[in-house]
Structures are given as C-alpha cells and as structure tokens.
C-alpha cells in the first residue's frame, strides 16, 4: 500500500469514529508519554509534510525534569520527525471529546533513525535476531501498588481505603477480596485495555498491601511493548478517576514487597513458527542453554536498564520474590531466571531481575540482547539451581546504580550493538538523576545526622 492510500485510510478511520484530536506521542527514558496534540485536520497535513516534530532534547530529559548534555545531544536541540506507527492508532476512551492517539518513531532530517530513541533501541535488537531468522516472543507481567491521593510531600504515601474504610494491610497474596474491593476499578481497566487493543490476562493481588499485577499476553516484541505503554498509563489514569494513584515505583514501602516486571521470552523459527528453545521431544535445545547462558552473563551489564534508579536497588535482595542473581533453574522462584514447567510450545525462561519501574522497550531489548548475544556466542549457562538462592554469592547482580552503569559503560559488546549514541546518553541521564537523587536531605540524614554528629 502507497503512503498516500495509507493515509486516505487512516483518514477515513478517523472520520468513522469522528475524531476530533490525536495524540502524537514518544516514549521518553523514563518510559513517560511525550508529544503532541492536534486537530485531525493539522494532523494528516502534517504527516503529508514531515512537520510533526520535536525536539532532541526530549531524548536528552530526567525522571525530575533536568536535561544532560554531550556529544550526541547538544545544546542546538535539532528537530526530530515524528513518523506515526498507524498500527498502534486507538481511542482514547477517557477524553470528554472522540481523541485518538498513535505511537510515533522519529528519524532525523536525512530519514535515518534516532539511535537513542527507546523504541528504535528495540527494532535494533529485534533486527538482529530477524537476521538470524528468528523472532522473540515476550509476555511482562507488571506489579504495582494503588496509593491513596494525599499531600505528595508527606513520605511514605499511605495504601487506598476501600469501601470498607478500613486501610488494607492484609499482606494477603493473591486474596480475591483484596480484588473485589477495587472491582469497579478493575473493571474500567478491562474496558480501556478492550479499547485501546491491550490484551490483558489476570488480575491477582500481591503480597504488598494495595499492591496488584496485570498480565500483558505473550505475543511479537515490539506489538507487546507498545500495548505496555498503553497498558501503565491506562492503570495511571483509571486510579485518578477513582481518586487513587497507580505507582509503579520498584520500592514504595521499604518493609513492604518490591514491584517487579516479570518478563517471560522465548524464540520462534521465522519460517516454522515452531519454538526453538524446545525439540520435538520437548527436549531443551543448545539455543535454549545459550539463551540462559548469555543472561547470566550480560544482565549485570544491562542493569542499569532493569533497575533504573536509586530506588530500584531497594527491591533487589529484599526478600521473597526478590531475585539477588543470575542462577536459573526450573520452577525455582528464588533465582534471577526461572524456567516454567510445560510442553515445546510454552518452553521459556523468566526473566524475575527487572523492576515494574522500566522503560518497557529498553527492558525488553535488554532482556533480549542478552540472549541472544549466549545463542550466537554460544556461552553455556552454569547447572540449574534447585535449591533456595537468596543467599548465594555467586553470580550476583550489582547493588548499587554508580556499580551497575560502571558495568553498562564498559561492556563492549553492549555498547557495539545497541551503539555509543544510547550506550553513552543512557548513562549520562541515570548518573544526573543519581547525582540529583542523593543532593536531596533523605529522611535518614534528617533523623539520625541533623542533630547527632
């Protein structure tokens, strides 16, 4: 299909549904929505034109606001072109007025990609194993805690009352009560994932108090990653309109459970379709123990993808569920990477290290290049653990963020991949926002230094 007939489609979508405005939107490195929004009409005309743009800059932002500076990103601030995925155009069932939103790439002047563009991050990775005929299949599942609205000052923030009242503080893992109390909530949720094509599967609380998990369906890596976007600010956005938050911080309460994004992968033959992790015995492969190996050896690498704050530390090594290494092993909950029990077609390993706090498409082309830098270097994966590992030494992950970008900068496979332009903007955000971050009085320091020493 020409680009012209394409657009007299997408143009004939939007007068169906009479939609009067559109959200042009990127993901940032924080994962946060950024763009536009315009009028039908400026939209088409502009697609037409190449004048949807924004600048670098956004690329170059923190978590709180600031921006780095340095050779890829400068102070000039260079237009990017906004080029809209037409496949991930939805309804925006909250707006008062008919509003659509589509997920944009963005390439510089001369069409060439953005190469630190989070989203592009993952085409590179996907890329890489389309070039050896394979193609990834991903399933996340993302925790996170509702929190009642109150006074963004006051620390920590305090768990939602439901209807009862009464502040839930039943530490009661996987209670359908907990469930029923927010059914109403859970219930727009659904509506809007319909909506805005997010295929969602169960809903279970966690072990935290007020704190919950979604499961995005197993599918292609990219289409999973832009239904996720979609997915957290759904949450985000329904939890307002029941006057709650939705956070997906990695640790809100400290003597509480972490908030973890399981992401379950595995690989399938271009061609055959058929998975290659499994034989036709069901049988694990050797692509499958390389798969295993090159995460054991390269997640420490990427952890600065996977734990992307200060906080982020917090969840690693903190107890249940709370993986401190990159020992695998089969329906063991204790290591870094689990394999689940089942037959060829469901043969996969979980990846139990990222926190729910991730850019979704860094985590996944983290995850990703992970693997499959074991399956073309073929690096064999230590034996499965079939005991507790929480206490193990071996194979541990850092602990901190400064240690985890020392390692991130200094791998060169890593960095000869996904290129100097991320590897090296990447790092200079999370060492701005780490230097942020412990510039700011912790309550700690207030109650133990001020008057103490």
Request: charged share 25%; aromatic share 10%; hydrophobic share 40%.
């Amino acid at each position: 299909m020409s680009d012209e007939k394409q657009l007299q489609e997408i143009e004939k979508w939007l007068v169906e549904r009479d939609v009067d405005d559109l959200e042009v939107m990127i993901c940032d490195h924080a994962g946060i929505s950024r763009g536009k929004s315009m009028p039908r009409d400026k939209f088409l005309d502009g697609i037409r034109s190449r004048s949807h743009r924004v600048p670098d800059s956004l690329f170059a932002m923190t978590v709180d606001g600031d921006f780095i500076r340095n050779d890829h990103l400068t102070a000039l601030e260079k237009d990017l072109i906004m080029v809209p995925d037409f496949s991930t155009l939805v309804m925006v069932p909250w707006q008062t007025s008919p509003t659509a939103s589509v997920i944009c790439d963005v390439v510089h002047e001369n069409g060439t990609p953005a190469s630190y563009s989070p989203r592009q991050v993952l085409r590179r990775v996907l890329e890489l194993y389309a070039d050896n005929g394979w193609k990834p299949i991903v399933a996340p599942e993302f925790e996170f805690y509702l929190l009642a609205k109150q006074d963004v000052a006051e620390s920590p923030p305090l768990p939602p009352r439901g209807r009862s009242g009464k502040v839930d503080r039943s530490q009661e893992a996987y209670s359908i009560d907990a469930v029923d109390e927010f059914g109403d909530l859970f219930d727009k949720i659904y509506d809007y994932c319909e909506i805005q094509n997010v295929q969602v599967d169960t809903l279970i609380h966690e072990a935290g108090p007020g704190q919950f998990e979604f499961n995005v369906l197993h599918g292609e890596a990219l289409n999973v990653a832009d239904q996720s976007f979609y997915f957290k600010r759904i949450v985000k956005q329904c939890a307002i309109r029941y006057d709650l938050f939705a956070s997906f911080m990695a640790k809100p309460y400290p003597e509480d459970y972490g908030s973890a994004m399981h992401i379950h992968q595995s690989v399938v033959d271009m061609k055959t379709g058929e998975n290659i992790f499994a034989d036709e015995a069901g049988k694990d492969t050797p692509l499958f123990l390389y798969h295993i190996g090159g995460m054991q050896k390269y997640l420490p690498a990427v952890m600065p993808i996977l734990a992307p704050y200060v906080n982020s530390y917090l969840r690693i090594g903190s107890g249940w569920s709370a993986p401190t290494n990159t020992h695998w092993g089969r329906e063991n909950r204790s290591v870094g990477l689990r394999v689940p029990f089942g037959g060829r077609a469901a043969r996969r390993v979980e990846n139990r290290i990222a926190g729910s706090d991730v850019n979704i498409y860094l985590a996944l082309a983290a995850t990703l290049l992970c693997g499959y830098l074991g399956m073309v270097e073929k690096i064999d994966p230590s034996p499965s653990m079939d005991e507790p590992a929480y206490d193990l030494d071996s194979n541990k992950l850092p602990d901190h963020i400064l240690s985890a970008l020392a390692e991130f900068e200094s791998c060169q496979p890593i960095r000869d991949l996904l290129g100097d332009a991320f590897v090296d903007v990447y790092a200079d955000i999370k060492r701005q926002e780490y230097d942020a971050n412990v510039g700011v009085l912790s309550p700690w320091d207030s109650k133990y230094l001020l008057f103490n020493v």
